[in-house]
């Protein structure tokens, strides 16, 4: 891999680079010096924007989704990425295997059981459901196909789907601005572009820490459970330091080294996890459950998607709306990674691989550990709802092991499976995130400046650490939020320059 070792010789695009990285550090230090006021601050600003805009974050969903559907099946499904002669640069398995871990993979692991859980104890007003009951049993499987799903992976597909299309239509600058080409024209104002990268690259930074702190926030559950006598905060820290020292080892050796081979690995472990808990488990009330899922899904997708009876409900803004903000807030900077590895794929290669294979793995697996968790808690609903309350999400799929009898075999394999996870994720966000700030682009765009991943990374790290010891993981996860908005209006933008080249796909191609 090319390396690029002047990032003290300012090898940064300053207006994209230094603004994000500054105001992240200042964020940092806020939350440990005015803890309270930082979370109370930023809380209210994030519930302005779910209350404000919870209509506008459903519905440029439903459009994305729509959207999607509309491209696989269009004629433009036959147009290769590149053009003609492009050749791809990674087999199907490996580009399936990079796409699955760079987007969701760590969240299917963390909230597979926290979730339905949580509807299952504490269903929505507007259901009218009994906690506990079998109706609320089956809507839980419902609403968790619904926000790990199909939706999620259109917000991620169709931004990268429209990069992938303006990229490698003619030789332009890695930037979102590319992306809105079709509506501003060939040739948009430097200012646009500077302050999308800008602002995007804040909100991936944000995300990507409340992701990390998620992850470190359930391996330490996962060892503690182990070795009860440990320290939490030394723990945390270590556990910060072993993923940012793998991580960089896999930076070092690019895409189709380092990220390819994690993804490769990580998908096996996947699947491992999968089928032990198939095996071990009880076989029909998991494919039952897989059943209902699917079901209630697609029985409550229009009622969910339009907000028609939970327009206004604390349940839509926490659940709905704030899963919606969390994804968009990624999607920009995280498209320009899909895009780029798409070269000499078809629209509907792409699509398959970015949106219907992934979508379908992740409901799978949410039938699995749902359906599981929530056939135990519907026996002992108390047990469950006081470790919830007290001890956290990040404690239910550990009880979850225990009741199935394999804790030590599930725990261990879980463990590892969060680490190796985020790793990958973490590869790939940061690739899109030294791609964007890098000044001097190299001529090959699956090469990019691994000094800047390591500054990233480590960043990244050092902010989780930071607020998971001091103030909680609530500040970063607020923040991220908060970069949902202007990412809400982009998407939208995008959404419309997809409908302008599936109308007249020769013009812009």
Known sequence: MTRNTIFFGFNVRPWVFWP???????????????????????????????????????????LMTLLTIAALFSPIGKYKIGGKNAIPRLNRISWFAIVLCTTIAVGILFWGSAEPLSHFLFPPDFKRFEPNSEEAKSFALGALYFHWGFTPYAIYAVPALVFALMYYSGKSRFSLGIMLRPILGSSPHPFWETGLDMFSLFALVTGMAAALGAGI?????????????????????????????????????????????????????????AILFVILGEKAQIFSSIGIG??????????LSLQLSGAGNTWTYDWSTFNFAMWMAWAPMTALFLGKIAIGRTVREFLLVNWLFPALFCLIWMGIFGGTTLDFAADNPLIYKNLFLNSGPESIIYKVFEDMGYFKVFAQLFILGIFISYVTAADS???????????????????????????????????????ITFSGIDGVRILSVIGGLPALFFLLLVSISLVLILISPKKYL
């Open 294 to 303: 699917f079901k209630e899904y697609f029985t409550n997708f229009a009622d």
């Open 20 to 62: 994000p990285f500054i105001l992240l550090i200042v964020a940092v230090f806020s939350s440990i010096i005015f803890p309270e006021s930082f979370i109370s601050v930023f809380r209210n600003i994030q519930q302005l924007i779910l209350r404000n805009f919870s209509l506008g974050f459903s519905w440029v969903s439903l």
């Open 217 to 273: 926030l359930s391996l330490s559950g996962g060892f503690l459970a182990f070795f009860p006598d440990l320290d939490p905060t030394f723990l945390t820290g270590l556990i910060t330091l072993a993923i940012l020292i793998t991580f960089i080892i896999s930076a070092s050796t690019g895409i189709e080294k380092g990220i390819k081979n994690l993804s490769l690995f990580n998908l096996g472990f996947f699947f491992l996890i």
């Open 429 to 467: 966000s940061t690739d899109a995130l030294a791609s964007i700030s890098m000044k001097k682009q190299t001529g090959d765009p699956f090469r990019s400046d691994t000094n800047l991943k390591v500054i990233w990374g480590v960043l990244i790290g050092f902010l989780s650490w930071v607020m």
